[in-house]
């Protein structure tokens, strides 16, 4: 059959060329639901509030950063469709000062005490970029909101 060609033969890369990555497709803040991951958004961030910090049982190392230490930062950020809480770690909480416009890269949804907050781990990244023309919409806190975990029993 000459009519069927197969992919990587058109490619003139070769067989072995990678393929290519995909644009992130960003989000606003209203869209993000509970038990949810791998969201983009750019963000401002209004507050920025340390809630621990700590040093380290192990010995300094210079490529951890600080000294040892355990930094949590609790920071209010927001878009022009509502606001929710975002847990900064350790080095992220640099990053996150009032004021700031930061692109989040791969977030998640972790819940606590019943409302949603933004976390980024290991697999996703902070980027600090120009600041945002929009106005944020405060009076919409997606972690104001309390959610209940009900187990449903199939018949």
């Not at 000459?2 to 490619?11: G, L, N, R």
């Not at 950063?65 to 930062?73: D, E, F, L, P, S």
């Not at 791969?106 to 290991?122: E, Q, W």
Request: net charge positive.
């Amino acid at each position: 059959m000459a009519s069927v060609v197969s992919q990587q033969q058109t490619t003139s890369d070769g067989p072995s060329a990678k393929p290519a990555m995909r644009k992130p497709v960003f989000v606003k803040v209203e869209q993000i639901k509970p038990g949810t991951n791998g969201h983009n958004l750019t963000v401002k961030v209004l507050t920025s509030s340390t809630v621990l910090q700590k040093k380290g049982r192990n010995p300094p190392n210079p490529s951890r950063g600080a000294v040892g230490q355990t930094r949590i930062a609790e920071c209010l950020v927001g878009d022009d469709t509502g606001t929710i809480l975002f847990t900064a770690r350790n080095e992220q909480v640099d990053l996150m000062k009032e004021g700031n416009t930061v692109n989040l890269r791969n977030t998640k949804v972790d819940m606590f005490k019943g409302s949603m907050r933004l976390a980024v781990d290991k697999w996703g990244r902070i980027e600090v970029t120009e600041p945002a023309s929009f106005v944020v919409k405060e009076d919409n806190n997606l972690s104001a909101v309390e959610y209940e975990l009900v187990n449903v029993v199939e018949e």
